[in-house]
């Protein structure tokens, strides 16, 4: 009986998360949580709706916890990462991310946003080589390719941004991200 109690709650935490009623499915994982605190779905599920919220805190803190009662699922490491990113903690999001691709090397999503990670604490070598591993494994997504622009443009050189912003447009000519830093790079120019 009791666990029938719980996946109902849980289902039902979904469900308000999912009409973006974060109040209501935190309730619900509240009340699992204090039945049953070993169960790591609710303290996943509770994390997403805390960072639905913008509370970046608690989602980091709810999501360690799931993290410590089941550590191999990537879906937690990836929630967390972002959470840590919201808040600037790039060294701790890169760690994340290293742990989600140790235990699974084939999500793209991963790689880039350790790579965007590597740009922000200035590691410009490494942000190059992720973003390299990057457009050889997924050359059809222009994100990698205009992020590299911006490395190469933090690095001061125009002329190889220029190049690598017009690689991301050939990839995607429907991008409004590139457009409006191309747009943003010739006015600064005055052209």
Not at 117 to 145: F, G, M, Q
Request: aromatic share 14%.
């Amino acid at each position: 009986h009791a666990q029938y109690n719980i996946d109902r709650l849980i289902t039902s935490g979904r469900v308000a998360v999912s009409y973006e009623d974060y109040i209501l499915g935190i309730q619900y994982f509240n009340k699992v949580i204090a039945m049953k605190p070993s169960l790591y779905e609710a303290w996943h599920y509770r994390a997403e709706a805390k960072f639905r919220l913008d509370d970046y805190r608690g989602a980091e803190a709810d999501v360690s916890e799931a993290i410590n009662l089941n550590p191999y699922i990537t879906a937690l490491y990836d929630l967390r990462g972002i959470s840590r990113i919201r808040m600037g903690k790039y060294e701790e999001a890169i760690a994340d991310y290293d742990k989600a691709l140790s235990l699974d090397p084939t999500i793209q999503n991963f790689w880039y946003n350790r790579a965007a990670c590597r740009v922000e604490t200035k590691d410009y070598e490494r942000a190059h080589l992720e973003l390299d591993t990057i457009i050889s494994k997924w050359k059809k997504n222009a994100a990698p390719y205009l992020l590299k622009s911006e490395v190469y443009l933090q690095q001061k050189d125009t002329v190889k941004g220029m190049e690598w912003l017009a690689k991301s447009l050939e990839v995607d000519p429907y991008n409004a991200e590139a457009w409006r830093f191309r747009g943003g790079i010739c006015l600064s120019r005055k052209e």
